[in-house]
T-cell receptor, first 114, second 110 residues
Framework: NAGVTQTPKFRILKIGQSMTLQCAQD?????MYWYRQDPGMGLKLIYY???????DKGEVPNGYNVSRSTTEDFPLRLELAAPSQTSVYFC?????????????FGEGSRLTVL | QKEVEQNSGPLSVPEGAIASLNCTYS??????FFWYRQYSGKSPELIMS????GDKEDGRFTAQLNKASQYVSLLIRDSQPSDSATYLC??????????FGAGTRLTVKP
């Protein structure tokens, strides 16, 4: 009963370091998303994918990269971490069908850049 | 720019009252609308979806959609302290990039 699994749950990075947030889903969903949520704020879309091999930018893509080589996995890469990237990151997946657009979220990854 | 706007609150209601949450969106091509609840430190969870104009009821929750006014609302009847959370409005326009509002923080006082 895994759903959407994110790793790691917590991470502290130094400025300039790089890392990858992992996201995997076992619901055979075509659509996957990465959001960030700053304290007291809503969710901002970073990148999304509508299927393997297809990715697109969201509202705040600068400083991030993604890939989608399989239906199950959608890793988010942070290059040259900056304090502005301190946030909680949520991965989500959905079927993408018009009448069932619900997104299922992972538990989140809390990233601090010092 | 695809905007989703919500009053950030906080909204405080007494137990048993009706809580009313509002959301407006800018993209007229939007087709699907959702309300998510997020407890502090947790991930969002879906509580209501609505796809056509009018009202949709599910237990104590009623979602209302008016596409002409680009307006979505959520009513919570008989509010309980366990309803205290942040409520996020989400909109799915053509293009499949689900957008969220900033959320409204609701507190239900016993």
């Amino acid at each position: 009963n895994a759903g959407v699994t994110q790793t790691p749950k917590f991470r502290i990075l130094k400025i300039g370091q790089s890392m990858t947030l992992q996201c995997a889903q076992d619901m055979n969903h075509n659509y996957m998303y990465w959001y960030r949520q700053d304290p007291g704020m809503g969710l901002k879309l970073i990148y999304y994918s509508v299927g393997a091999g297809i990715t697109d930018k969201g509202e705040v893509p600068n400083g991030y990269n993604v890939s989608r080589s399989t239906t199950e996995d959608f890793p988010l890469r942070l290059e040259l971490a900056a304090p502005s990237q301190t946030s909680v990151y949520f991965c989500a997946s959905g079927s993408g069908q018009e009448d069932t657009g619900e997104l299922f979220f992972g538990e989140g990854s809390r990233l601090t850049v010092l | 720019q695809k905007e989703v706007e919500q009053n950030s609150g906080p909204l405080s209601v007494p137990e048993g009252a009706i809580a009313s949450l509002n959301c407006t969106y800018s993209d007229r091509g939007s087709q699907s609308f959702f309300w998510y609840r997020q407890y502090s430190g947790k991930s969002p969870e879906l509580i209501m979806s609505i796809y056509s104009n009018g009202d949709k009821e599910d237990g104590r929750f009623t979602a209302q959609l008016n596409k002409a006014s680009q307006y979505v609302s959520l009513l919570i009847r008989d509010s309980q302290p366990s309803d205290s959370a942040t409520y996020l409005c989400a909109v799915l326009p053509w293009g499949n990039d689900m957008r969220f509002g900033a959320g409204t923080r609701l507190t239900v006082k016993p």
